[in-house]
C-alpha cells in the first residue's frame, strides 16, 4: 500500500482532527504506522485517544481513500501530504497543520515568494474595496504572493488587485477546490488558476460548509509571513478569527484603520486599540518589514505606484515648479521666507508625486511646520497632513525636535 493511501485514510477519520493527527504522527512517526497499529497499541499510546477515535482507526477501509486519489487524477489536483518536499515549510511548522493539501493550479513556492494574507469583511465599505485591492496590487508589484479566501467582499478585491498587476495569488477554500465558492467569484476563480492555486484540507467534491470556515482561516494564516485585517465588523469574523490564528502561529498582524464611525472598521480598530495587530497605513511597511525574505530587493518605487494607482493620491503626470511659485510670491510680499539659497537642493526621489514633490520641496527650502506648509502651498490642510505621513513612511521627511526635515 503506498504511503499516500495511509495519509488520505488518516486525513478522512471521523473524530480524528488536524490536532490529534500531529501528536498520532510524534507517537507512530509516520501515518503507515498509525494505520498498522492495533486496538491495544492505539489505546496504550502516549497520543491519548477516546473510544470513538480509537474506533475509527481501528477501521483500515481505505476504498474511500483510493476513490480520492482516482478523483485527483480525473480532476487535475494534486495531493501533498506532510512528507512530501512540496507541503510548505511554514504551515508544517505549525501546530495543527492539515495532513493532506489538495492542490489545484499552480502552487507558488512560499517559503521562497513569502505569502501575505489579506482578508477582511464580506459586507465591506468602498473604501476597503479600494484598500484591499490596492494592497494586494502593491503586494504583486513587490513580488509577495497574496493569499486569501476567494470569498466575497476583501478576499476576492486582494486578490483582484494582486492578479490586475501581474502577481500571484493563492485562494484558501473550506471545501473542496473543484466547486466554487461563492458561485459569483466563478470567473475569479478561473484568473486563480492562471495565476496562481486553489488550496484545501477537504478533498475534491466536498461541499464548502459553516464549520470549515474557522479551521480553513489557520491554514491561510499558516502560509504566510503576516495577516492584513482590512475591514472587520466584529472580533467574532472570519477575519478576525485569521488573525488570532496568526498569532497563535507566532505570525505578525496588521490592521487598516477606518471611520470610527463605522461598523466594518470596529474589529481592526479593537485589534489595535489590544495590540494585537499595528496599524498599517502603507503596504510600505510591509515591504520595509519583509522585503528582505524576497529573492531580490524589492522595488520601493513599483510598490509606491501600484498603492497610488489604487487610491484618491495619484501621481500626477505634470510636476509643479515650486522654486517660481515661491519667488513669486516673494516678489509680491506674500511669503515671510528669505530668497532660497544658491546651492543645489538634494534631488527627490523620482517616484514622488506632484502633490508629494511639492510638500518635500518647500520643507527642502526651510519649512519646517505643518502650517508653514499648509501656507505656502495650494492645497487643503487635511490632505497635506496626509502627504506628510507618507513620506515620512517612505523615509523621505523626519522630524527633528519637532520640526520637518529631509531624510
Not at 464611525?261 to 498599517?280: D, H, P, R, T, Y
Not at 544658491?342 to 526651510?366: N, W
Request: net charge neutral; with cysteine.
Amino acid at each position: 500500500m503506498s504511503a499516500r493511501i495511509s495519509w488520505i485514510w488518516l486525513a478522512e477519520r471521523q473524530n480524528i482532527g488536524a490536532v490529534t493527527v500531529a501528536g498520532l504522527l510524534e507517537a507512530f512517526g509516520s501515518a503507515d504506522a498509525v494505520f498498522a497499529a492495533d486496538r491495544r497499541t492505539l489505546t496504550t499510546c502516549a497520543c491519548v485517544l477516546s473510544k470513538r477515535q480509537v474506533d475509527a482507526l481501528c477501521d483500515k477501509d481505505t476504498s474511500r481513500a483510493g476513490l480520492i486519489i482516482e478523483n485527483c487524477a480525473k480532476l487535475g489536483v494534486s495531493i501533498l501530504t506532510l512528507d512530501d518536499a512540496g507541503y510548505p515549510d511554514r504551515l508544517r511548522a505549525i501546530a495543527d497543520p492539515p495532513p493532506v493539501l489538495y492542490v489545484r493550479g499552480s502552487l507558488p513556492d512560499l517559503d521562497v515568494l513569502p505569502g501575505i494574507a489579506v482578508v477582511g469583511t464580506r459586507s465591506c465599505t468602498a473604501y476597503g474595496e479600494e484598500t484591499a485591492q490596492a494592497i494586494g496590487s502593491a503586494l504583486a508589484e513587490t513580488g509577495f504572493v497574496t493569499v486569501s479566501g476567494m470569498a466575497k467582499g476583501i478576499d476576492g478585491m486582494a486578490q483582484r488587485g494582486a492578479l490586475r498587476s501581474g502577481g500571484l495569488t493563492v485562494a484558501v477554500l473550506a471545501g473542496g477546490v473543484d466547486i466554487c465558492y461563492p458561485q459569483s467569484n466563478l470567473a475569479l476563480m478561473g484568473d486563480i488558476l492562471l495565476r496562481g492555486a486553489l488550496v484545501s484540507e477537504h478533498p475534491p467534491g466536498t461541499e464548502h460548509r459553516a464549520e470549515f470556515f474557522p479551521p480553513r482561516n489557520r491554514i491561510i494564516s499558516g502560509l504566510t509571513v503576516a495577516t492584513v485585517v482590512v475591514e472587520a465588523s466584529s472580533m467574532r469574523s472570519g477575519a478576525i478569527i485569521t488573525a488570532h490564528h496568526a498569532l497563535e502561529q507566532g505570525r505578525d498582524v496588521y490592521a487598516v484603520p477606518g471611520a470610527l464611525n463605522a461598523k466594518q472598521s470596529a474589529g481592526c480598530l479593537q485589534l489595535i486599540e489590544q495590540g494585537e495587530a499595528a496599524l498599517l497605513a502603507s503596504p510600505a511597511s510591509l515591504v520595509r518589514a519583509y522585503g528582505g525574505l524576497l529573492p531580490r530587493q524589492p522595488d520601493q518605487a513599483r510598490v509606491r505606484q501600484a498603492f497610488l494607482r489604487q487610491t484618491g493620491m495619484k501621481p500626477q503626470p505634470a510636476v509643479k515648479n515650486v522654486w517660481d511659485d515661491i519667488q513669486k510670491r516673494e516678489e509680491r510680499g506674500r511669503t515671510r521666507r528669505e530668497a532660497p539659497k544658491a546651492e543645489t537642493p538634494k534631488p527627490l526621489p523620482d517616484y514622488l508625486s506632484a502633490e508629494e514633490r511639492q510638500i518635500a520641496a518647500l520643507v527642502q527650502q526651510g519649512a519646517s511646520s505643518l502650517a508653514e506648509i499648509i501656507e505656502r502651498c495650494d492645497l487643503a490642510a487635511a490632505r497635506v497632513m496626509a502627504i506628510i505621513t507618507m513620506l515620512e513612511m517612505d523615509g523621505v521627511l523626519h522630524r527633528e525636535r519637532g520640526k520637518l526635515a529631509l531624510f
